[in-house]
Every structure is written in C-alpha cells, then in structure tokens.
C-alpha cells in the first residue's frame, strides 16, 4: 500500500525546512533507522532517519527546496512493483481542488471577496524591490593604456596646458575619440603623482543577484521584524573604564587562565540581574502579562553563516567565571558545528550581542521576545581620559541597553548598568 513520507518537525520553532539532501533514490529501499534526508531548520542542520521500512517510488520535494512541516516530501510502497495509479497525497490533492475552485471564481466576486480582507488590515510590510541595471549607462572615463600619442583638438590641448590638466584622464568624444575642449570638465589636475588607469567594468551599474534566505534567516528576519514593530525599544547607554578588564585579563593569562571579556560581561551581567531582577523579565502578548524570570538565564548571541543563534549559559549567576568561560566556548562551538540540542538555545532570560572583536565603538540591539532586555557590548578603544584633572591615555567601552518598555522603565535600566559599571570596573568582584 502506498504510503507518504512528510517534512518532520525538527526544531521546536520549525515551521518549514530546506531539503539539503536526499540519501535514497527512486527505487531504493529504506529500512527502519536508515538516514534518509538532511534538512536545513531555522536552527541547524539536520539529519533524519526513517521510521518506516519500504520502497522509495517519487520524491515530491528535490534537493534545494523548501517545504513546511507535514508537506508530502515523497511516496513510499510496501512493495517494490505496487502500482501508484489513483494515489495522490492527501495534501497535494487538496491543494489542487483549492486552485481549481479559485480559477472557477469569477473575478467580480474574487474582489468582493478580497475587500474585506484589505478593510481589515491592520499592518501590511511594504514592497521593496532593486532597481533594474543601467543597460544604457556609458563609462565616463579612460581605461586604455596611456599611448605615446594623444588623440585632442588643438583648443583642448592649448586649454588644458593653461589649467594644468592631464589629457590622459580625459575620455575624448570627438571623432576617433579625440578629447574636445567639452571634455576637460573632467579632467584631473596634471601633477607629478598621478592616479593610475583600471580595467573598464564589465558589469551595468547596479548588477545584482538574488539569493534565497536560508530556513534560519528567514525566521531571524521574521521575528526581529515583529520584535522591532510591535515592541517599544528604548535604549540606554552608558561608558566603562576598561583598563581593570584589562589587567585582569592580563594576570589570569600570567597564571595560565585564559578568559574573554565576554566571560567577564557574562559573570558581571548575572550577578547586576541578581541585584536588579525587574531587568530579568519578559512580556507575554498572548496574555498581556509581564513574566518575571525566577532564574538568571543568560543567551549569548553568537554569529554562523547562515544566520544566527543565541545558547544559553543556564544558572548563570551560580557558575564562577572558569564554569562560564569553559561552558560558553563549548557551545559557541556546538552551534558552529549545528549540534545544539533545543534546551541550549530555546528560551533564556536576558541575552548578551557582543561585536567587540570587530573593533565597533557602539550599536544598538532588537530584543529577542518574549525577553524584555538586551545588552549590546562596544569593543575596548584606545581613548585620552581625564584623571585627577590631567588628560592621560585610558581605555573605554560602552555597554546600550535595549529594552521594552511595556515592562521596564528608564530608572531601572539606568539602576542596572550602574550595578554592571561597578562590577567590570572592579573585576576582583567577579572572580570570588
């Protein structure tokens, strides 16, 4: 008996997937354990194992394409030579009767139809597409090797020698592409160190090509376009002496220990919640209540090629700075590899986005809901600092904080990243 093989459910936020590979091929048989297919989720890459034993006799969804939870993906027999005649998944048949029943709608009524539907918009995204290529667009300037001779009018060379313009650079629009006394408009000053020729572009202005979101991006885009729409950020900052982080860092090297500055934001950052647990909530839109975290739960953002993920470091505020740092690196490596299991990703408290390796002076970051804060960590930079009323060389970095304001006010915000200033400025507090 035939029988339809569907998209699992590989993620608990998986809503559809990307077909990355197929291990069978029509005519194959598939044992109950066999790897079957590989799926790109929002989270990682995935691989599946068949449940059930038989035949594989079409695949619905090749390699490549995306299919949502439950979408018939193949069809499968008990028996190798079972005839498929009159079999149909239960969803492609139904999604052929609905195309059906829409081309035999009128057009009157399909419009009767749709108005309602536009009446009751709330909030629609806008189109926004790329504009075409110039097709028709002609490079202004010279690309060809300076020649021994150049091609130019008398009044352009005569002009040219009075203002001290180089003819080379110029793009002659006469016959046989001489330069014209017109062209000179564009010409560079004649000077000892002139700027060298390049190769003429091969490509229109504005040239591009479309690349297809992978199934992560597509949910980062998702849920970051509902946070920053529906949520009201506001955003408060607020800059540390760096220079401690610094010399702790330097002496735990001495003694052979080796910590980020993450590590220590982390550490800081749990025991700041623990003196501000107003910070450690979240906003529940289903039910319009604020949720109070009873554990400090820290997600660390954490960058991959195709998108990205935040593990969480579980009870943060009860691991020491060594427990941290050795439990943030390992999963910062599960989540390269796409091994994270759903409890080190899903769910947390308060996360941490740290772009200092790449030397960013500040930013801002979106929530990540149903969380009501995010901490946005600057790089350490080289900056003269006053100090007992002199101008010395010192070191800073500068922490925002984003939060919602449906459950966080100004107060409180400002209340916690003083309590994080104390710490970071003083790291002895987060080694004990």
């Known amino acids: 008996m035939p029988f339809t093989l569907t998209m699992p459910k590989l993620s608990p936020t998986m809503e559809e997937g990307t077909l990355v590979k197929w291990h069978k091929k ?55 030579n079972e005839s498929l005649e009159g079999y149909q ?17 009128p057009q009157a009524a399909k419009a009767q139809d749709e108005e309602p539907k536009r009446k009751g918009a709330v909030l629609q995204q806008p189109s926004f597409t790329p504009e075409p290529a110039l097709e028709n667009y002609v490079f202004q300037f010279p690309t ?51 700027f060298g020729h390049r190769e003429n572009p091969s490509l229109p202005p504005g040239t591009y090509e479309e690349l297809p979101l992978t199934p992560m991006r597509k949910v980062i885009g998702q849920r970051l376009q509902e946070s920053k729409s529906f949520i ?90 060594g427990e941290i740092s050795t439990e943030v690196r390992s999963l910062a490596q599960k989540a390269r590899d796409g091994k994270l299991d759903p409890q080190e990703y899903k769910g947390g408290s308060f996360t941490i986005s740290n772009l200092g390796m790449f030397g960013v002076s500040e930013f801002q970051a979106i929530l990540n809901p149903p969380q009501a804060a995010i901490l946005a960590v600057s790089g350490i930079q080289d900056v003269p600092v006053v100090r ?11 922490l925002t904080l984003s939060v919602d304001h449906r459950v966080i006010d100004g107060v409180a915000s400002a209340k916690f990243l003083q309590a994080l200033k104390q710490l970071l400025e003083n790291p002895a507090l987060l080694l004990v």
């Open 26 to 80: 029509v005519g194959d048989s598939v044992q109950a354990g066999d790897l079957l297919i590989e799926v790109a989720t929002d989270k990682a890459t995935v691989e599946y194992n068949a449940l059930d034993e038989g035949w594989v006799r079409q695949i619905l969804v090749q390699e490549g394409e995306d299919a949502v939870v439950n979408q018939s993906i193949a069809v499968l027999t008990s028996d190798p």
């Open 89 to 105: 998944p239960q969803d492609v048949a139904k999604l052929q009767e609905e195309k059906k029943d829409v081309e035999e709608v």
């Open 232 to 321: 009201p950020h506001f955003y408060v900052s607020l800059q540390i002496d760096a220079e401690p982080l610094v010399a702790v860092r330097e002496q735990l090297k001495n003694g052979q220990i080796k910590v980020s500055v993450n590590d220590l934001v982390v550490r800081a950052s749990a025991l700041a919640l623990r003196q501000h647990p107003a910070i450690n909530c979240g906003f529940n839109s289903v039910n319009q209540s604020i949720i109070q975290f009873k554990t400090i739960d820290i997600a660390i953002a954490v960058s991959l090629e195709s998108g990205l993920i935040t593990p969480i470091v579980r009870h943060a505020d009860f691991k020491n700075l």
């Open 144 to 194: 060809e090797r300076l020649e021994k001779r150049l091609l130019a009018s008398p009044l352009a060379k005569k002009l040219a020698k009075e203002k001290g313009l180089d003819l080379s650079t110029v793009k002659g629009s006469g016959p046989n592409k001489r330069i014209m006394s017109r062209d000179l408009e564009k010409a560079q000053p004649a000077n000892t160190v002139a």
């Open 388 to 398: 007992n009323g002199s101008v010395v060389p010192g070191k800073i970095m500068t």
